[in-house]
């Protein structure tokens, strides 16, 4: 393999799991550009998309290599961003070589998320307070939190069955809608509007919304146009989860959910 290709085929892996873990657009192509020029690779091109990236160097010379690589988007992992970033930072210093660095870039993918015991209590937590928040009563946040931790456990044995994220956010919205629901015919003084208004915010698409409207400031209208889509289709799948449970429920129970 020549020096050309083993570096292009190091940064380019390296914006591939950027991407893949959440990173803006422009810090994928800033990341890939600089590990190029740091090994006097300049005849480079690099265009990223938000599922995907485009790279080239050395293209007039014996040594061109050029890459494609489709990315799916995943869940940000703020935690192998960082990692990532600091490796780009080493391999551009030069005080790490490439071999080295691709030791270091396995360990980064690897980097844990939180245990599920914890994303129990911090989704439970956010969806009590997002639910007080909008207006609920305190004891509206107790029941959302409830609900909140439910919906984690939902989201972590429903995350073993592979399907689309569109299935997922609907079926995630519905059991949410049920739960609110069950709990409000029990007879407690509960709002059940504000309980699922709570019970929704972990699956609204606040960041893919917040890293279109950037890239569209940074004139990547393409990436921006895809994120942005994106956001739009998950908030549209939530609709729909809350929207049927309602009017099923509105059917049975003669109006009282309305």
Known sequence: MSDTKKVLSFAVELGDILLRNGAEVYRVEDSVLAILNSYEITDCDVYVLSNGIFASANETTVNASSMIRHVPMYPMHL???AALNNLCRQVCAKTISIEEAWTELER???LPGYNLPIMIIATGVGCGGFAYLFGGSPLDGVIATIIGCLLRIFLHYESRMRNSKTVTNVLASMVITILAI??????LPIHYDKIVIGGIMPLVPGIPL???????INSDYLSGSIRLIDALLTAFCIAIGVGTIITIAHLIGGGVYV
């Open 210 to 216: 917040t890293n279109s409207i950037r890239d569209f």
């Open 108 to 110: 980064c993918k690897k």
């Open 182 to 187: 069950l709990f409000s015919i029990t007879g």
């Open 79 to 81: 935690a192998r961003i």
